[in-house]
């Protein structure tokens, strides 16, 4: 008998890679829509969406993980997503070229993150899936920012 356990994941597009986070972190899938800019922030800070009246820091994605800025398409989405940082969880929304599905995987179909021949920092990667596809690549969101760029992002959403 098998120790593994069922993970919930939500399934989105950046490009030509697959990526995944928990069910468990998402709050909602908007689509996508301009921000209100906020000046002096990273590169990657698109701004602020207004989710039910509630100012929600959104990010491109893509380019939080080293590729290419996003082209806003039809198919472009928000992902809001809640990241353990520290001491609390900051609410995020990332800029995402499509989302696909929310799918089940055991844990034991879980390999370990590569630590070569991928575009973008391996310390995010929480694990890779090998479905019938391609890799799924589940993205560990505590590891997403540091400390200090996630009280910046929380202090800017305040402002």
Not at 126 to 131: A, M, S
Request: one cysteine or more; glycine letters at 8%.
């Amino acid at each position: 008998m098998s120790d593994a356990t069922e993970l919930q994941l939500v399934t989105f597009g950046l490009g030509a890679e697959i990526f995944a986070v928990p069910v468990t972190l998402v709050r909602e899938i908007l689509d996508y829509r301009e921000t209100f800019r906020i000046p002096n922030g990273p590169d990657y800070l698109l701004g602020l969406t207004d989710m039910r009246g509630q100012g929600v820091p959104t990010i491109d994605f893509r380019q939080r993980l080293g590729l290419s800025p996003f082209e806003p398409t039809q198919a472009t989405r928000i992902l809001v997503v809640d990241v353990p940082v520290a001491d609390r969880v900051l609410m995020l929304g990332l800029v995402v070229d499509r989302v696909l599905e929310v799918c089940s995987v055991t844990t034991d179909q879980l390999e370990a993150a590569p630590d070569i021949g991928v575009r973008w920092s391996s310390d995010y990667i929480g694990g890779v899936i090998k479905r019938s596809e391609g890799f799924v690549v589940l993205v560990d969101m505590a590891k997403i920012f540091s400390s200090e760029e996630a009280r910046a992002l929380a202090v800017r959403a305040a402002a």
